[in-house]
């Protein structure tokens, strides 16, 4: 058998009459990259929203590394190893950029109940902060306010935090949002190098950055997966290209 | 314990229950659709309170007195929100809170000064005077109560009517789950969120010339339903009106039986005066217990409407 | 960081200067005030602690100011007519000691905080806010209707707490005394602000869903943070039944949660210190006018809705320049 990290099965959630996710099933191969793509709508958001844990689905199962989690709040399966980053940047403003990374340091030990150290001096906290911010490329942006650090900036500061959470799957929604030529460039050479270690799971729009990192390729359509295979397989399948990259693509 | 007594603190129950209604209602609209948390809303009681026993000092009139309620509350909201607090909408609720506290202590002075400390009394209406019998075999039940249970329910059933059937309220809905896309059908939004606040000083002053009769006018007299409002608006569920109706009935209900009936219960394990003693304590509890239950159960109320 | 530190030596050597002050200018009064200042900013610390940092709006937290001036009004009221304190599995006839009776307040205050905390943290925003007043409305009723102790009419308190080597019976000691404890409050705070803890806190101010995605289960802090802040509440409590020999249930209403509130937003919202300037400038504010009209209300309540309209950095923020935000 093949050695999934992440197997969801059945998975169902309803907004009125809308399905978000229709039976939804996929799994997710240790070390590999797996996109999620479809159209708008197609219920990608939600259904990454459904394995972390703040959307609650009305049916179907979540396993990961084998252990059913769908029932988990957000912080346990956080802990376990299941960690997200988010479309629109969604980072703590008032923090410097190395307090935020330090933050998701702490988020990964036991408890944060310690009262008297003042956190600024804590040396052995922020050199490991600092080790995350110089592998996405921020170590000279220490200091800044990440409220005020530059739109692409924040991205690479989100990857930063979400590997500071020391995951085993990464779930990336849209990490390329907003971002230009250069930053997505960037952010492709970040990214390329987890995979192996990590497994990814991807919702991107940008199909280039797709085919460049994906080794699986999941389609959906309001809620349902209508093809999953290899990025060429894909690429090639007809009812992918009349559902979703139109005809002409 | 009888059956007639069961029934009459029954009725006394929805009677409380529904003068609740009219206030969260008008609380729970404002805050659904302007995301405004009001404490200022009991000061809008008070001020149809004082307006009625006023308009019937003069007049003796008791249908003008509510009317007179009606207009000066609904009146003094709109002057209040175009003075401030529509500044408030899009702030957060700390503010809110601290800003429309500032608008009770101006009120309570402010009906301290030109109606002095002393409380006002009202008489209920001739008409609705005596009491009726209602069930063979138990006592007369005051008709006026009657008469304030059969208003709550006619305005419940109105409000309804509004929200369901109507432009505003087809917008009232609108604008609570999709802002944006009231302002983009090219609706005054402005006017609509004074409108929309202005029903809800009514109904808070329509509930304060319900209540002159039954309580004594004074200033705190709006505090004092605030919190019980609250109380009723956590069981409901924030912006829903209907659950500002079942949570309305319920506390109305669960206060007055916990009033009636604790003491008496106390009195088969205790000498009467430290069951009374204890009983009135206890009873005056008995609604904040409800809400911890609601609480542990359904943390965001019963018909939960928004997001929070 | 030097315009921070000047301000805080000079509102440091003021303070330390009242009771001499007072003295000179044969206004024995002041002494009194100013006390009143020092316990309330105590109160506004312990409330800012988790609405500026923790950004918990909590409108209930003269509830913990009430609890803690109880307990000591009820502990000194069995050792003077030297009755067993009831609900006890032993007999304890109250004591007068404050050794005893302030640790016993503030523990006692944290625990109904543990409680309301508890319920109240389920949900958030302004559910929180309603709840917590709701709760605090439900303490201040009981007090009101509790007949054993006082009901509407309050306990006096027949002598102040005892404390080896003190009198606490003169004002200037018991000035002083409150000085230090509010010093030592404020710096605990402080503390537990820039520790792990506090970053923790500080952080599910801003970004709550977030933090619970980095895997951490943000209720528990703010819940402990919740609990702090009523042992410090319980504190101020100590302090006040011992200032007025008095406690009512006055003391739990819910206006008294809205000045504590409105001292946190003078001041300026997340400045621990600021809460003593918030402190006296209303306190001062209240003695000042009610001196002109007995209607102060009048002034104080669109002076308020000024205050937050327009005036949102505090008056701390102002005098200590930029750098002190978020201090």
Redesign the interface.
């Given at each position: 058998m093949t050695d999934a990290i992440l197997e969801v099965q059945g998975l169902s959630k309803f907004f009125g009459a809308v399905a978000a996710s229709d039976s939804l099933t996929f799994q997710v191969e240790r070390g590999c990259c797996h996109a999620l793509i479809g159209p708008n709508g197609a219920g990608k958001s939600t259904a990454i929203a459904q394995i972390?844990g703040?959307v609650r689905p009305d049916g179907g199962s979540i396993r990961f590394n084998g252990r059913e989690i769908s029932r988990w709040?957000?912080?346990?399966r956080?802990?376990a190893g299941l960690?997200?980053s988010?479309q629109i940047t969604?980072?703590?403003?008032?923090?410097s950029a190395l307090?935020t990374v330090?933050?998701?340091v702490?988020?990964?030990q036991p408890h944060?109940?310690?009262?008297?150290?003042?956190?600024?001096r804590?040396e052995r906290?922020r050199r490991s902060a600092r080790s995350f911010l110089d592998r996405v490329g921020l170590g000279d942006r220490a200091d800044v306010r990440a409220g005020d650090l530059a739109h692409g900036e924040q991205r690479q500061l989100e990857v930063a935090?979400v590997l500071a959470?020391n995951p085993q799957l990464v779930l990336l929604d849209e990490p390329m949002a907003g971002m230009g030529r250069a930053e997505t460039q960037q952010m492709l050479d970040i990214l390329r190098p987890l995979k192996g270690s990590l497994s990814l799971l991807l919702v991107e729009h940008d199909m280039d950055v797709v085919f460049a990192l994906a080794d699986v390729v999941t389609v959906l359509v309001k809620g349902r997966v209508i093809a999953s295979g290899t990025p060429s397989s894909i690429r090639a399948d007809a009812d992918v290209r009349r559902a979703y990259l139109g005809d002409g693509a | 314990m009888t059956a007639q007594l069961v029934f009459e603190q029954t009725l006394n129950g929805l009677q409380q229950g529904v003068m609740l209604f009219l206030m969260a209602a008008g609380l729970t609209l404002v805050f659904g659709i302007m995301h405004l948390i009001n404490l200022a809303h009991g000061s809008l009681y008070m001020v149809g309170a004082y307006a009625a026993a006023t308009v019937i000092a003069v007049t003796g009139n008791f249908a003008l007195a509510v009317a007179g309620a009606v207009v000066a509350a609904g009146l003094t909201g709109m002057v209040v929100e175009l003075l401030a607090l529509r500044r408030l909408y899009g702030r957060d609720h700390l503010d809110q809170v601290l800003a429309t506290f500032g608008v009770i202590l101006f009120f309570n002075e402010l009906v301290k000064i030109l109606w002095g400390a002393q409380a006002l009394f009202m008489a209920p209406p001739a008409w609705l005077a005596g009491s009726v019998p209602i069930l063979p075999g138990a006592a007369p039940y005051p008709a006026y109560r009657l008469f304030i249970i059969a208003v709550g329910l006619v305005v419940a059933l109105g409000l309804r009517q509004l929200i369901v059937g109507t432009r505003l309220g087809m917008l009232i809905r609108a604008g609570a789950t999709h802002r944006d896309m009231v302002g983009a059908l090219g609706v005054n939004i402005d006017r609509l969120f004074t409108l929309v606040f202005a029903l809800g000083a009514a109904l808070a002053g329509l509930a304060g010339a319900m209540a002159g009769p039954l309580l004594a006018i004074e200033v705190g007299m709006g505090e004092t339903i605030l919190i019980l409002t609250f109380v009723v608006i956590i069981i409901g569920g924030i912006g829903s009106v209907r659950g500002a109706l079942v949570g309305a009935l319920l506390v109305g209900v669960v206060d007055t039986y916990g009033r009636a009936f604790l003491p008496l219960a106390l009195r088969t394990l205790l000498p009467p005066a430290a069951a009374d003693g204890l009983g009135a304590s206890i009873s005056g509890i008995a609604i904040y217990v409800l809400m911890a239950g609601v609480l542990i159960w359904r943390p965001r109320g019963l018909f939960q409407a928004y997001g929070g | 960081m030097r315009r921070r530190s000047v301000v805080l030596a000079a509102g440091l050597a003021l303070l330390l200067a009242v009771p001499p002050l007072a003295a000179i200018a044969g206004e024995p009064f002041a002494v009194t005030l100013a006390s009143r200042v020092l316990i309330y900013a105590l109160a506004a610390a312990s409330l800012d602690f988790i609405v500026g940092y923790g950004g918990m709006v909590s409108f209930g937290h003269a509830a913990f100011l009430g609890l803690g001036a109880y307990t000591v009004g009820i502990v000194a009221s069995h050792a003077f007519d030297g009755t067993a304190v009831p609900l006890l599995p032993f007999a304890w006839h109250g004591t007068d000691s404050a050794l005893i009776q302030w640790p016993l307040a503030m523990l006692i205050s944290a625990l109904f905080a543990l409680v309301i905390g508890a319920l109240s943290l389920r949900t958030a925003g302004v559910y929180f806010i309603m709840i917590t007043l709701a709760f605090a409305q439900m303490l201040y009723h009981l007090f009101l209707t509790l007949p054993t102790y006082g009901g509407q009419d309050g306990l006096n308190l027949w002598r102040r707490s005892e404390i080896p080597g003190l009198d606490l019976a003169d004002d200037v000691s018991f000035y002083y005394l409150t000085l230090a404890l509010l010093i030592i409050s404020l710096l605990i705070l402080k503390r537990l602000v820039h520790s792990r803890f506090g970053m923790v806190l500080r952080a599910g101010k801003q970004n709550e869903p977030r933090l619970q995605a980095l895997g951490i289960p943000t209720v528990r802090y703010k819940l402990l943070a919740f609990v702090i802040a009523g042992a410090f509440g319980g504190l101020a409590g100590a302090l006040t039944v011992n200032h007025t020999e008095f406690v009512g249930p006055g003391l739990l209403h819910w206006t008294r949660s809205g000045e504590l509130l409105v001292i946190v937003i003078l001041g300026g919202l997340g400045s621990l210190y600021g809460s003593v300037v918030g402190a006296a400038v209303l306190l001062i504010l209240e003695e000042v006018i009610a001196g002109w009209t007995e209607h102060w209300m009048i002034v104080l309540g669109p002076f308020l809705v000024l205050v937050v309209l327009f005036a949102r950095r505090g008056l701390y923020g102002w005098l200590a320049g930029r750098e002190a935000e978020g201090d």
């Open positions: 972390t703040e709040p957000v912080h346990r956080a802990r960690n997200r988010y969604s980072i703590f403003p008032a923090f307090d330090a933050l998701a702490l988020a990964r944060a109940f310690r009262f008297w150290r003042d956190a600024r804590d906290l935090m959470t | - | -």
